[in-house]
């Protein structure tokens, strides 16, 4: 289940679908951990972490909103939080495809504070939104 919701512009025809939340399932949260594969963490590390997943690690994985400050791109990625050996956390990081810098995770109410990636003019949302699965 998730929410869709229309960013868009009152200048120029730029103009957005998204789709947010946990619309899709999944079979097991770590092998997207996996397939993900942090370098900041070693094949024996993760070997260790697969054996103790289950008393002590975490998954939260949701799709969000995100905005690249050097091109004004919005699009929407797989956030995915993994928390293990307790207070310990990885954050998968998203790169923007154009300018390759990290993007930056926004809140759908953040988006008429950033700029049209056309025209430069603040966005507008609907957040009349519409439920889909
Ligand atoms: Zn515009
Ligand atoms: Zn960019």
Redesign the pocket.
Same mark, same amino acid.
Request: proline content about 0%; hydrophobic content about 20%.
């Given at each position: 289940m998730g929410i869709g919701m229309k960013i868009f @512009?009152n200048? @120029?025809s730029?103009e957005k679908e998204v789709y947010l939340g946990k619309g899709m399932s999944f079979f097991d949260g770590f092998d997207i951990f996996l397939e993900y594969s942090p370098d900041i963490i070693s094949d024996s590390e993760l070997k260790r972490l697969n054996s103790v997943r289950r008393r002590r690690s975490k998954i939260d994985f949701y799709k969000e909103l995100y905005h690249c400050h050097k091109c004004n791109n919005i699009s929407t990625n797989l956030y995915v939080e993994f928390i293990y050996d307790i207070n310990k956390k990885f954050i998968i990081e998203h790169l923007c495809h154009k300018c390759e810098i990290p993007l930056e995770v926004i809140a759908p109410k953040d988006v008429r504070q950033k700029p @049209?990636p056309? @025209?430069?003019?603040n966005l507008q949302i609907n957040e009349d939104s519409f439920l889909w699965d």
């Open positions: @512009c200048k @120029c730029f @049209c056309i @025209c430069g003019e």
